[in-house]
């Protein structure tokens, strides 16, 4: 492991990048992830190791608008206890009440679960199905200069990103959800507490008079990346939630999930787990 140099502490949005500028920093903000990546042998440090956590304006939520924004160093603990959020758009909460343990809630921001990019971020699935965006900032020309990306291409592979190494995730932002959006989050793991999904689905949609439209539906640890379930999404799209439909979006699943086999789970059982918690988040909607 390459021994660290530099430790950089900044304040300042503008400091980070400057300090990121050369795509030579390893940027941590809890920690959980990198900490036993690092400890693991699956990352190394690089020379400079920049702290991003004591950045003022990179944390908080605002709700107020038509544009929800989540700052990138706002923790799961921040998300799941924020009252505001949880009326506009309870999938998060309900996520957040799923993520591993407290203390780790604590300390492991969206940002960071976003950027870390594994197939089984538990954040994802729902920000997914929020049509979320992510906003990158970079120091170029002597100024701060941001984009958005839909999360949606966000992720390459796993642990890989479109992100560039001297960019900064600041925000994830998604549009207010329409008054008849409802949302569902389902995730199972191998064990009651700090478990990393198995499986996660999760669904949004706006229903009136019971049919459904806008329909979304992303899976996680079912492919290489999070994924939105497209030919579930077709199924779903303009139907009337009924038996019927519930059982032809279950059947495509199959189409939309490639899970692997591997230490946690085969993919046998995942392909069948993601289609009992697609049934399940269906029926639910439907009985409320």
Not at 11 to 17: G, I, K, N
Not at 46 to 71: F, M, Q, V
Not at 166 to 171: D, G, M
């Amino acid at each position: 492991m390459q021994e660290i140099s530099t430790y950089l502490a900044p304040r300042r949005l503008e400091e980070a990048l400057q300090a990121m500028a050369d795509g030579d920093a390893t940027v941590f903000c809890g920690g959980t992830d990198l900490a036993p990546q690092t400890e693991s042998g699956v990352r190394q440090y690089t020379a400079k190791l920049l702290n991003i956590r004591r950045i003022e304006g990179l944390g908080g939520i605002e709700t107020k608008g038509d544009k929800i924004r989540i700052s990138a160093l706002t923790t799961i603990s921040e998300i799941r206890c924020n009252t505001p959020l949880a009326e506009i758009a309870p999938v998060l909460a309900e996520a957040a009440e799923h993520f591993a343990s407290e203390q780790i809630r604590n300390a492991a921001s969206v940002g960071g679960n976003l950027c870390n990019a594994s197939p089984a971020g538990d954040m994802i699935p729902p920000l997914l199905v929020l049509c979320a965006s992510v906003e990158l900032a970079r120091w170029r020309d002597g100024a701060v200069q941001t984009r958005q990306i839909p999360l949606e291409r966000f992720f390459v592979s796993p642990g890989k990103t479109v992100k560039l190494p001297e960019e900064l995730l600041t925000a994830v932002v998604f549009d207010r959800p329409a008054a008849d959006f409802v949302g569902r989050f389902r995730k199972s793991g191998p064990r009651p507490a700090l478990e990393i999904s198995t499986v996660s689905v999760a669904f949004g949609a706006r229903i009136a008079d019971g049919r459904l439209s806008g329909v979304r539906v992303a899976m996680g640890s079912v492919a290489p990346t999070p994924l939105r379930a497209r030919h579930v999404e077709a199924a779903l799209e303009g139907k009337q939630l009924d038996a019927a439909t519930i059982a032809a979006s279950v059947a495509v699943a199959a189409e939309d999930a490639k899970p692997i086999d591997d230490v946690r789970a085969s993919a046998w059982y995942r392909g069948h787990l993601v289609r009992v918690f697609l049934e399940e988040v269906l029926n639910d909607v439907r009985g409320n």
